[in-house]
């Protein structure tokens, strides 16, 4: 094995150190100091040498390691790549995806992966075909596989009360535009997903956002809305909710749903993540099928670049409008995608890709349950993200910056607020491109920030 080589870098004082110490790599790299292969000291080595904070010198080499300068394995240490390599490592780094997204952990299971690339090529056979443009809103086959897939949830419906579509974003953006009209109020959590504000904004309608407690959002403010403004529309993702985790409790469910009855409200239930419960509660489309729009995305459950989400309307309401507004803002569904869908969903493909990633997920919970200070964060075990509160001193802004550069995705709560202030917490995704070992590493690093103040 190659010697640790006797190394220390030169500093720019005018930078920030971790920036500064990724700087010295590169330079010296380039200048023939370092070559590929040379082993460099221990992150808390070089710490004492340079009578340094370890964090900032893990953040350092981070952040070279991000440049494609170093790569870390355990029990080897740190090793620096070539400036070829290094050109390979940043090309790969174009095709990793974007961590502000939240993102299931990817199976590295061999067999299962076989099995995906099995199908896969089976789907290629019928390429010629699926090239061809198709019914906007799925086949008889992909309809067969939603009603097959939503029934692990409990929802039992028609064929005539599906509609495939090209995510959760084209199935929510639809679904207002048919139940809507500018001025209009949609009320949802005033932490939740921040897609729901974006639509809003495009279709002119006002936003409310309801206050919660530990049971869920509040019913009483939904009808005080209902006293003063035209709320046609509640939105909810009831279940592991992004980015607070939270669920909504099965007696809140009820009394949401009697409000909404009373006042004829729709209510759009993005079931995104209750697929990945084993106790998921009763679902709202089962407690008001008359109300309900039920999309089931495929995101987070089975992969983000599926782009699929079932969407089912409430029964005797035509599905016409919908798949009117569907078809002039995405004129498909893609067929090459909603192929690879079914034939995972028929071939019971998709259940084992879910139990890995909640098995994974319930690993890397459990990490963050043993690095993480007891009680700084929310999460659900099965669920693959953490709202995590800032560490004392630190603000939330600072603090995901202090994360920049790690395998894990760190987003600031100000996305996800309504209105009001922003409390000083960030969703933390667990999952992604980021291996078991980087997830380890990234926590171990956010670890020290409860124990270091920012400097």
Request: glycine share 6%.
């Amino acid at each position: 094995m190659t010697q640790i080589i006797e190394w220390l870098p030169q500093l720019d004082e005018q930078r920030p150190f971790y920036l500064a110490l990724a700087d010295s790599i590169a330079r010296d790299l380039s200048t023939g100091r370092l070559n590929s292969g040379d082993r460099l000291p221990s992150q808390r080595s070089l710490a004492e040498q340079l009578d340094m904070n370890f964090s900032t010198v893990a953040r350092g080499y981070r952040e070279a390691q991000s440049r494609g300068l170093i790569k870390t394995r355990v029990g080897s240490g740190t090793e620096v790549i070539g400036l070829a390599d290094s050109q390979s490592a940043r090309a790969q780094r174009r095709d990793l995806s974007d961590r502000s997204m939240n993102q299931a952990p990817e199976t590295e299971n061999p067999v299962l992966q076989m099995r995906m690339m099995q199908i896969w090529n089976d789907v290629g056979e019928e390429l010629r075909a699926l090239m061809r443009y198709q019914s906007s809103t799925g086949s008889t086959e992909d309809k067969a596989a939603a009603l097959r897939w939503v029934a692990r949830r409990g929802i039992e419906a028609k064929s005539d009360q599906v509609l495939v579509t090209p995510g959760t974003h084209a199935a929510m953006l639809a679904i207002l535009r048919a139940n809507t009209q500018p001025g209009d109020t949609v009320c949802c959590e005033n932490i939740t997903y921040p897609g729901i504000r974006g639509l809003c904004n495009l279709l002119q309608l006002k936003l409310r956002g309801l206050s919660d407690d530990k049971e869920g959002p509040s019913p009483t403010e939904l009808s005080d809305w209902v006293a003063k403004e035209n709320v046609r529309v509640f939105y909810t993702n009831p279940d592991v909710r992004n980015p607070t985790t939270q669920t909504i409790s099965p007696r809140r469910r009820a009394e949401l749903v009697d409000v909404c009855r009373q006042n004829r409200i729709v209510i759009i239930e993005d079931d995104a993540y209750g697929f990945l419960m084993n106790d998921a509660p009763s679902t709202l489309a089962m407690l008001a099928p008359e109300l309900v729009y039920y999309v089931a995305g495929l995101s987070k459950c089975l992969g983000a670049g599926l782009r699929v989400a079932y969407l089912i309307v409430p029964p005797d309401t035509a599905t016409s409008s919908i798949d009117t507004h569907l078809k002039s803002s995405n004129v498909m569904v893609s067929p090459l995608t909603t192929r690879l869908a079914t034939r995972w969903i028929e071939t019971g493909v998709s259940d084992e890709i879910l139990h890995q990633i909640r098995s994974e997920s319930i690993q890397r919970q459990l990490l963050a349950r043993q690095i993480l200070p007891a009680g700084s964060f929310d999460a659900h075990p099965e669920g693959f993200h953490c709202w995590v509160r800032a560490p004392r001193e630190w603000t939330r802004h600072r603090i995901v910056d202090w994360m920049r550069g790690h395998a894990l995705g760190a987003v600031v709560s100000d996305v996800f607020v309504m209105h009001g202030q922003a409390p000083e917490a960030f969703r933390l995704c667990l999952g992604g491109a980021a291996s078991r070992h980087q997830t380890r590493s990234a926590l171990t690093f956010l670890r020290d920030a409860y124990d270091t103040p920012p400097s």
